[in-house]
């Protein structure tokens, strides 16, 4: 994986990571909800202190999944997040405040996933959970206390 940092004095810096392909990861929720209207949200940047803190608390999990104010699944610290409810593979929308991943987007544009609102309730009816991004694509979640 290759991260590309453009700093605010306009230096570039780059930082080259071996990720391992994981196919099964225990995910757990975080504590606090985000603001759906903050900006952040929506844009890959170093700002991730929430993220961190979240996925600090739970050291028995690989990975937390956030929700907003209204009770409304958003992504987790590294992903988009996919349930299948209802024979449907469902994604929430942007508007829930999110990074809209390109991964995401593509499942999207080709008829894979489809955009929901997803309550937070929804989650306990799910036949499956999935995160996905552009670097890991599918990754099926194990639930430790959802």
Not at 62 to 88: I, P, Q
Not at 114 to 130: G, L, P
Request: include cysteine; glycine fraction near 6%; charged fraction near 30%.
């Amino acid at each position: 994986k290759v991260k590309l940092i453009l700093r605010k004095d306009g230096k570039v810096l780059t930082e080259v990571l071996e990720v391992g392909l994981a196919k099964e990861w225990r995910v757990g929720v975080a504590a606090q909800p985000v603001d759906s209207g903050e900006r952040t949200l929506f844009h890959k940047t170093t700002s991730r202190d929430l993220y961190s803190r979240e996925l600090q608390a739970r050291p028995d999990c690989d990975d937390v999944l956030f929700f907003n104010e209204r009770g409304e699944l958003t992504e987790s610290t590294m992903a988009n997040v996919v349930l299948e409810l209802d024979g449907k593979l469902l994604t929430p929308p942007r508007s829930a405040g999110l990074l809209a991943g390109t991964f995401r987007n593509q499942l999207i544009e080709d008829c894979e996933v489809e955009e929901r609102v997803i309550k937070k309730e929804d989650i306990h009816r799910a036949t499956q959970i999935y995160l996905v991004n552009s670097v890991r694509k599918w990754i099926r979640i194990v639930p430790a206390g959802l």
